[in-house]
């Protein structure tokens, strides 16, 4: 194997799931790669370095950009809040660097297509962090759909709630606020996932219509009670290019849903269900079976199901979050060792990023609008 | 107890269900008031014959008019299509007798209207057949919901989903032609159920959109192949008055759901979900209970649940759909014997039709729609 | 149709269940016998008069005997306890009328076999109650064992398993005396149940190991604390005829479990399982199916399984508790209008009470034990 | 943190897993000593070499002895099959080494008894690799119950049953000869797990009666038809100290389970069941809740729950078998810094493997065996 000097940008929560996946894929697949962890950035020198002693990176800084210019850093990740995106793409393809980046791409549809355009025209392999859709199951999903086995695609009813913000007692904080968060709460939180997994499900979405409104509409910040200024929860119904339809819900306070991250998509010879809860099972309906025989098969994940054998050898052993991040992670190399953008690349970002936009339009002006009317 | 004379008109499915209930419905519940099966009327006098030997009831005719002015007859269950029930309606009214009619109540939230305001003008008892909301489980939710243990209701996901036109091979029908069933599809035919929920879980909705369309847009007639004039399935977002959201799914080709009527409730304090193909069972989500002991609990239906022990002393041994409808006619007795009106009364079949109503035209003209547009 | 006069001994749970049973079973599928309810006894006059009159009886007497004797009464049910059993099926035998007698047949098996030896000897129409495996899962379960589509039954994981001794402030009672219930407790209360599904399933079985024991030593009885006397828990170890091996378990304190009688039947070309808290519903795995496509299928009732479209047209309707009892009506009117016996018959139940008296011999004895053992 | 050099017996499916979780468990858990990948042996020194290249390791040979002498490698552990523990683990103990050993620790209890006291009295830190128990689920389940809230525990049902040869066209193996297997074969295999999981939530076997039998008598072997030497599948019923009951299945054809290690504890005041596949969650009973609010509630695992936070900072995420196998690896690098002996040691490895001898002799001999008369 060859070793490729990875650059983090980024130590918390994501930044530390990347460092267990750099640490294990190349033994895992088997990649043509093995990444190096070369440097860590954080926005601190010392925090950096604290890090980088932690996890085991061979160097550290306070300062991207120093991370960006390194020699030893010949691919980056980018695993940092979306108002930093922007200028990290744009240093990493002046460096002539390959980015994989965390979702969301940009913080509107514009930048998201900025940076897309930027990265594809200097010709460098991207990707965007989308993980749940890695799991073995929803691959699986995407495959049987693509077989054609449940027939074409007539609706998908979908959503993806939480209820981390549930609690009245929680406090404000750079969620709630659109300058450090953005214009949308759970909108721009949590259903960006599950709009990737509808637009990679059934196609295209060429119109929707939205509702999205705030539950909890003051929290107790540093000076006091203040306002939220981003949408608790909401839902909005898709038509898709196809003509499928669908709905989709969204919500930080859904009390009781952990990890609400579901899908049924129904087609015209049988039918998909998933919950991310239960990831290790696909649900699926085959509509051709004899009258008396029919039902929803739980099919659990095994050696026979896409990416599940490197990690285990028995059916229902069982993958869990991190397994995704590896997995992703073995997709970014085999895109920077084949040149091939391997998806969900920029593009696809962009294209989830212009969903989000047109939802916030939709609720703002309470009518209908075409995907198209936005950039 | 007191002898009570009941004619039934229609000898459908509806009308054994409301047979088999009215046999049982006095030795379950202990009744005021014992019912006899008078007279029981269809379409033609040798068919009512038929089906009077066979359920057991004492008169038949082929003439529902006659029923009606028939002095055994002290009170009417209407069990045929909508386009009947208005003419049915009046007709008992002027005969000064209570009515049972099942759902929905008018083909049009107009003549809904008037049969509404027509019998409660003569003062008479009247109900509408919403069955799947008197499941002890669902009875169990609407309570819990008054006690406020579960908070304020802030969201609702609900949907009624079936498959029963998925197969293409499947014919033209009534329920595909507008001039016989309504201008509703699967619209007409399986949301008013699940509406009905919403209304009585969550309150009065203000506004909605809709979006609803034909999948199966040809099927074989007894002319050949012709056009399906109504909504195979579809969704709606809904807005309600004390300030929650929701949507609501419906459709008649959603392959492998056979009583897909579900719903989940989110408050401030918990949540609750159910699912009438397990409707011995309710789904509670307390917030307040410590972080590490937190859950979804399903509670299995027993005798501390409501209208449950009349039924079986033991958990768990469950009830199915005929004491869904057995229930109803303790309540029409009850309202009948009281003189006080036993909810779902026409006025709410009315509310349901009105939301149904808004839902077309929110469809028809791609935009937002108050109910108060909606006569 | 024909009528049939039919005399109910016991008023208690299973008197209502079998009242409500008669009074539709005729509407429901079209009997070639329409029961009439001549005539209910229980241990007085008064009480017997009340329950005639509340659940529409047209006679009743506070002895027994005397609705034996009643001509009107032209076949009995018996619904009392256990210990009344054999002199009341003796005495409907010399008045050669029918019976339908509850579980468990006798107290032990000598006595079953005199009541099964004595009514055979008079080639009357006999039957026991064993109402859960009349589910239409349970019976689709046979079908499809029967059918050979899962192959060879190797192996069987039974239970019933319920809490309602759980409690240990509950007080002693006739279940906790050898003289008053069994020298089984759980071991006679419950396991009956699943020891003839076991029966029906898998088929005879050969030889067994049993482990029973009190776990609540004392219960309060109205003279202070009294010695529980029967087991309140314990499992059995099953060796079949065929070959087949397979463990049971029976519990009155399983705490959470309200209905817990289920089964998991493994083949050698699939596999069954099934949970009577979800009694609509049974899952199949078929084991020659693609090995990326295979996994248990949850199968919902509808009118194409046994037994269903009687009670209703639509799949996912439901049935409960009551319609068990139905379906033995049709069975035990059908067996006297043909004079041919339906299974489960009073060998059937007298096999079942050999099971439990093995059990409880091999409990005593610290052994394994062959049925053969037991008279 | 101070590095720690370990040598790795076998390159199998567990050599892979715990390469695995070396290459993370530091920077998952912050652990005191880093694991370093020093020497990796397997039977040949080709195949050595090449997994040294694809897993990272730094030395190897197809030695085990040279390992184990290595100075470079200061802990062992071994992932070969059961027949060569012995003599690697006396190795180790000559060099002074710690010493990891999968399950099952020996191939028969003396063998496990000389090995567990050779080790104690050589005071060097031990394990068996016991991964399932691991999860974070069956942690809280050990966690609650020692806390109390399900009261005294009465009742155990459980089971480790898959289908990895449940196909009768699988060939024979090792797995079903005795002079390469054990003489127990799913007894072997997979009960030891589950039996493992008895001893650690609800305490010591006092006695047990087994029965196993093959179901599958032939397979095809290099030369024909060859005679399957062990189980294929079986029950016992279990007797604790603390007056406890349970039964136990095992099986490696159990059509449909893939990794069906489940149980269901019951306690006075309370329940606990849990699934394997389903391995994130552990669903809770108490009995003391209000009588119309109980049920079995779903714990999903999160941050709140043991060892969770240090893979995932959200609730529902999920973790699978390679963590299992981390937190392992956590546990034996900290009885290393310690010197502390840290649960499950070569002790608990031999008292399961006294169960599955005990079960043994009950199936030869066809009768209750205490575990006491197995050395």
Redesign the interface.
Known sequence: ?RELGIGLIGAG?MG?AH??AL??V???F?TAL?PTCASIATSTAEGAAEHA????WQDSTGDWRELVDNPAVQAVIIATPPRTHRDMVMACIAARKPVFCEKPLGCNPAESLAMTEAIEHAGLPNMVGFNYIRTPASQ?ARQIIASGD?GDV??I?A?HV???L???ALPASWRTRIATGTEAGALGDVAPHIVNACLRLVGPVESL?A?A?V?QSTRLGPNGPETVENDD?????L?FAN?A???L?F?R????????YTYRV??????LAFD??????LW??D?TRP??????????M?P??PDYLA?????????????QIVIEMRDFLEAIATGKAIWPTFRDGYEVDRIIAAALRSNAE???VTIGEVA
């Open positions: 194997m929560y530390k460092t267990l640490r294990t190349d033994a895992t088997g093995r002693a932690r996890w085991g699986l449940i007539i609706q009813t959503e939480e209820d981390y549930h609690d009245p219509v509702d409104h539950v929860q909401g839902q909005m119904l038509r003509g339809s669908g709905s819900s919500s306070m859904a009390a009781g849903r952990k990890m609400g129904t087609g015209t010879r049988g039918a991310q809860e239960d990831q290790n099972a699926l309906y509509a009258v008396e025989r029919r039902g929803f098969q739980k099919i659990v095994g026979a199901h990690f285990n050898q028995g059916v229902g052993h069982g993958t869990g979050y991190n397994e309470r009518r209908w």
